[in-house]
Each structure stands twice: as C-alpha cells, then as structure tokens.
C-alpha cells in the first residue's frame, strides 16, 4: 500500500484514525496502530510480513539479552549477533543477486543468480533495528521490555516503508504517554497534504519530462537535453522522497508521534557538507554516529571512517554500482572541503559557492540515475559536450526546447517550493502580533491545503500506480 492512493486516502487512513481515537486507553491505541501497520505492509506482500514480525521480535530479544548481560561478554556478544543477522539479512535480500553477478563476471563461473523479491521497507526497518541494539548497548536509551511496544517502533506504518530512519530515542516516551490534541491533528494533516501535493502534483509531473529522455537510449540526446533532463531529476527526486517523508511526518504528528525532520531545503546548500545536514538527515545522522565516530582495529581513522561511511552511503541505496559510485563521489568532495578547510571557503563568493555546490549535486543525480554503466558513460559524453564535438550529436534540439516552454511553469514553481520561501511566509502570517493577519494566514493555509488535496484526488483517480522512488531502497 502508498500513501499517494485513493484507497489509503479515503477508506485506510480514516478507519485507522477513527478505530484509533474511539479507543479509549493508550495500550488499546497502540495495538490500533500495530494491527494498521501490519495490515498496511502486508497488502501487497503478506509473506514477508512475517520477516518484519521476526526483525521486531529477535531484536526485542537481544536488548533483553544486552540488559540481562550488562557490562559483561554476553552483552557485546547480543550486539555482535544482532549487527551480524541484521545485516546478513539485508544482504541476502538485497545485495545476493548483485554479489553472484559480480563473482560470475570477475571468475567467467555461471553461478545461478538468485532472484528474490525484494522486501519494501527492509533497509529502513533493519538499520532501525540495528540503531535500538546499539543505543541498548551504550546506554543511551531503556530496554524495551514489552514486545509489543517495540514492535509498534518498528512497525509504525508512516514510516515503514520509506523512512524517515526513526531512533527509539525519539519515539521512546511517546510510546508509553503521548496525546493527540487538535492542533496536532490539524497542523498534521496539512503537512501530510503538502507532501501528498508534492508527491502527486509535481513529482509525478516531473517524472514525465525525466522518462521522456532518460527512459530510453539516451547516444543522441543533446548537450542541452542532457542538462535540461538532469536538473529535472535533481528536483524530481527531492520531491518524491521530500514529500514521502513530509506525509510520514504528518501522518505521524496526528497518532501523537513527533518524528524528527528529514530534509531543510538542501538545495538552498552553499558546500555539499551542507547539502548533506538537509539531504536525508535521518540516514546521514546514522552513518555519521554508529560508524564515522567508531574505532577501527582500536584507533579512530579519520578517512577510512569517511571512506566506509560513503561506501555505505551509496551501497545502502541499491544493489548496483553506479550507487557505490554515488556516494565515493560525494565522499570526495566533504573530503576535498574537510582538506580545504571552513576558513578558506567562507572566503569564496555566495555565487560561487552556489553554483559549485549545485553542479556537483546535479552530475552527482544523474550518476544516481543510470544504473546501466554503458548509459552513465553516455550521459557524462553527453554533459560534458563530447557527443556534440566528435559524435555529430547536436548540441540543442527541438524536443527539449518544446519541453522546456510546454514546462516552464512546472520548473518554476518546483524551483520556488525547492527553496524555503514557503516557511517565511508561513512565519510571517503566524507569528505577527496582528490578529487579521495571523486569521488570514490560518484561513489561506487551510483552504490552499484543501484545494491541493482535491487536485491531487483528482491526479490520483486515472493513477494506476505511483510508487515512492525510495521504496525500492
């Protein structure tokens, strides 16, 4: 099930809601959620359902074990175990079939490759899993000790399948004493409807321009058509992905969860050590505290840290290579800007600091794109002018400029909602001390958040299918 359906919209959702407030006691609304979120994942595959159950389960056992075992052997060997399985799991399910095909191109063997279904929500609910263990361990939160209750951590279905990467940390008190007050309800909602326009309204929209010249053979695409395509795709991914977590965030504030922000606008960036403080800060805040700050072989290797924690970066996002090369790309450069040094980049112009960090954001997006390698050479032989000088590919074309004028508007406004104008205004008309002003701003955000829900129904009634980009993660 997704959240940009009408089925999850106007049957789910409300009767997960009104089962929720028409119970009466917290554990009544707990197991509520718990049956919801089952139910949810299990709608498109009910067999693995049963692997979630197992994840929640063995690692409520372990933190158990840690408690039972502290400051003795058994307790680093619960967390030892714990990493162990949660990873071999993840690898069995998501890397087996890349790893076979690698051994068999490296040796010329014809080992079978193994094609197993990917599992929704496995990366995120394994490393949320591994985050609990570890925070067991250091002390850092309780052990959980009724299974129910973990199992609704990391169940919660607003963000199962795609994140945000929850800490118990941050949910831990709100499992045993929360309240949902109306402005929670409200404020809420309206966040759920923006990241559903943001979804339907312009990613989907943006998705058509990126399939129409990245979804086939891209050898005679223009130097402009490349350039045009990949900026399209930055903005198509930020709000796919934005709006996912902006509607689990939502949906989560109305049950009385407060889960912490996963994007600020990272394209209002200046350094890509920035962009990467807005970018999925959930995934970035667990590399950087469970493997950047961790010993290895008993000292702390400041760039083999690095290293591991981009390799991971890009290797967590998919079973192909073009990721791993993802992520060592960005890794280069917070190394470059870690070598050039705070004091030395504060003396560049806000221009230039723009326009790197922008450039170095949208090639890093379109080697996120193309999986296939033979593609991702055409696309940089694309970008950077090459097909153009030597391959008779012609430099603009009339396809992308058509494109361009027929989607101007849809640019523009992805563009103005990418930076943080909207929370400006939104501080302006609720924080001034004017009483018309402050009714105003109230009035025009819900009706403007009205009018974007209707249109995206109406976007949604023709929609066959409109998965989230990071579902597949």
């Known amino acids: 099930m997704v959240f940009a359906d009408l089925y999850f919209l106007y049957f789910f959702l409300p009767l997960c809601l009104l089962s929720y407030f028409f119970a009466r006691t917290l554990k009544a609304k707990n197991t509520v959620l718990i ?4 139910i949810f994942y299990a709608w498109g595959e009910p067999v693995w359902v049963l692997l979630l159950l197992f994840s929640a389960w063995f690692n409520w056992f372990l933190g158990l074990q840690i408690e039972k075992n502290r400051n003795r052997a058994g307790a680093k060997a619960a967390v030892g175990i714990g990493i162990a399985v949660d990873l071999l799991l993840l690898l069995v399910f998501k890397y087996s079939g890349f790893f076979v095909e690698n051994i068999n191109a490296l040796l010329g063997s014809a080992i079978p490759v193994p094609k197993i279904r990917l599992p929704i929500g496995i990366s995120f609910f394994t490393f949320q899993a591994i985050s609990y263990i570890l925070d067991c361990y250091w002390e850092t939160v309780a052990v959980q000790r009724t299974f129910k209750k973990f199992l609704l951590y990391l169940s919660l279905f607003p963000q199962l399948i795609a994140g945000p990467i929850v800490r118990y940390s ?19 909602a309206l966040r759920a409807i923006l990241g559903l326009a943001k979804k339907v309204i312009i990613a989907n929209n943006l998705w058509v321009i990126v399939d129409t010249f990245f979804g086939k053979d891209i050898t005679g695409l223009s130097f ?7 900026i399209v795709y930055s903005l198509y991914v930020y709000f796919d992905f934005s709006g996912y977590s902006d509607i689990a965030i939502g949906l989560g504030r109305m049950f009385g969860f407060h889960f912490d922000e996963n994007f600020r606008h990272p394209f209002a960036c200046k350094t890509i050590a920035e962009f990467w403080q ?7 805040s ?9 010993p290895i072989f008993g000292k702390n290797r400041k760039y083999v840290s690095l290293f591991l924690v981009w390799f991971c970066t890009g290797m967590w996002h998919g079973a192909s290579w073009n990721f791993i090369l993802w992520g060592l790309y960005f890794g280069f450069f917070i190394f470059f800007e870690q070598k050039l ?16 960090s922008k450039l170095v954001i949208i090639i890093g997006f379109g080697i996120f ?9 055409l696309f940089f032989r694309n970008m950077f002018g090459i097909s153009s000088l030597f391959y008779e590919v012609p430099f603009a074309d009339q396809l992308t400029w058509g494109s361009f004028q027929n989607n101007l508007f849809l640019i523009l406004v992805a563009i103005a909602c990418s930076l943080p104008l909207l929370p400006k205004i939104k501080e302006f008309f609720l924080s001034n001390n004017n009483d018309t002003i402050y009714t105003m701003g109230r009035v025009c ?22 998965p989230f980009l990071y579902f597949r993660f």
């Open 286 to 294: 667990f590399f950087r505290d469970y493997l950047l700050y961790v």
């Open 224 to 230: 402009l058509g490349t350039w045009y395509t990949v």
């Open 170 to 188: 941050v949910v831990e008190a709100e499992i045993d004493n929360r309240k949902t007050t109306v402005n929670d309800l409200c404020e809420g």
């Open 445 to 466: 955000a819900l009706f403007g958040c009205l009018a974007l829900l209707i249109i995206s129904s109406i976007l949604l009634v023709d929609a066959t299918n409109n």
């Open 341 to 356: 040094g705070k004091k030395r980049m504060k003396k560049w112009p806000i221009w230039w600091k723009h326009i790197y």
């Open 278 to 284: 807005r970018w999925h800060i959930s995934l970035g």
């Open 35 to 38: 049956i919801f979120s089952l």
């Open 369 to 377: 794109y193309f999986e296939n390698l033979g593609q991702l050479g």
